[in-house]
């Protein structure tokens, strides 16, 4: 029994990896709506996871690094694939966010400080950011948002400032869960309720302006704690 509750964590995670691939297999062929669907499960299996693990009392060094390989392809080389199968002169330039995703990650897991807040940008919220751009590309090709957004130096430049905040040392908000209970997550709940109330008012708009939101939130906040 103890040897089964040992590998649920990690059989968790690794649903994380499949839906990541198979999210990067629907964004290579441009369906980006479906990819950010399995994106969205990708994400799930990130929250429960570490929960599942806690609950459980089944950590491992092990499931410390799978969570990050994981992670890689269903939140670095993903949103590169996305930016990536946009095309332009200089597309190969969206690699960048997975180069910088792998180093994110690295720098995550020898990190001590890393439990209440995070330092630099989460590859999960950044993958969302890209992803649901390229879903609203695919829903809302005339918006004149993402006319401007498809300017290849407009989405360069998107690429640059996101990726250098996942290597970055700004304090940002966690967004994982510590636990199930309200008082242990206020910060997340109260996001997550935020969120949802502002997609049910602006639809597929509200999660990247979300992640923004979230950005600049973080950003000043760190501002004036110096």
């Known amino acids: 029994m103890i040897a089964i509750k040992k590998h649920i964590p990690n059989s968790i995670t690794l649903m994380n990896l499949l839906s990541g691939c198979i ?7 441009g369906e980006y ?3 950010f669907l399995f994106m969205l499960f ?18 491992s ?27 332009g002169t200089f597309a190969y330039f969206a690699f960048f966010i997975a180069m910088m995703s792998a ?9 001590t400080r890393e439990h209440d807040m995070f330092y630099g940008l989460a590859t999960p919220a950044n993958a969302v950011f890209f992803v649901s ?32 905040l996942l290597v970055s040392n700004i304090p940002m908000y966690s967004l994982k869960l510590r636990s199930i209970k309200f008082k242990d997550n206020i910060v997340l709940y109260s996001y997550i309720i935020a969120l949802i109330i502002s997609i049910i008012i602006f639809r597929m708009w509200a999660i990247p302006f979300a992640i923004i939101t979230y950005v600049l939130l973080s950003v000043i906040t760190s501002f004036f704690r110096k």
């Open 23 to 29: 999210a990067c297999t629907f964004a290579f062929n």
């Open 33 to 35: 709506k479906i990819a």
């Open 42 to 59: 990708s994400l799930f299996f990130d929250f429960m996871d570490g929960l599942v693990a806690r609950l459980l009392k089944s950590y």
């Open 61 to 87: 060094d092990v499931g410390k690094e799978l969570d990050s390989l994981a992670d890689m392809v269903s939140f670095g080389f993903l949103p590169s694939l996305v930016m990536y199968t946009m095309g």
């Open 103 to 111: 180093l994110r990650l690295a720098k995550f897991n020898v990190d």
């Open 133 to 164: 751009v390229g879903y609203l590309t695919q829903a809302y090709p005339e918006s004149i948002l993402i006319t401007s957004f498809n300017i290849e130096w407009v989405r360069m430049l998107f690429i640059a400032i996101f990726s250098l």
